[in-house]
């Protein structure tokens, strides 16, 4: 029981950084995945609508 007992105590130190580090990084990827997210739903419907534009007018221009 004593050998156990330093181990848990000795392990947590080493986590804790690596845990700081993965928070940040999770925050800059969901920043990243929140533009890339919001390019393509402000993105979709101005290319649709371009798309839907030169459609008509290649069908009024034969």
Not at 2 to 10: C, E, G, N, T
């Given at each position: ?19 700081q580090a993965n928070i940040s990084t999770n925050t800059a990827n969901m920043t990243l ?30």
């Open positions: 029981e004593p050998v156990s007992s330093p181990d848990p105590s000795s392990t947590p130190p080493p986590t804790a950084p690596p845990d995945l929140g533009i890339i997210l919001g390019i393509i739903v402000v993105a979709t419907p101005i290319a649709s609508f371009i798309s839907g534009c030169l459609l008509y007018f290649k069908k009024r221009n034969p």
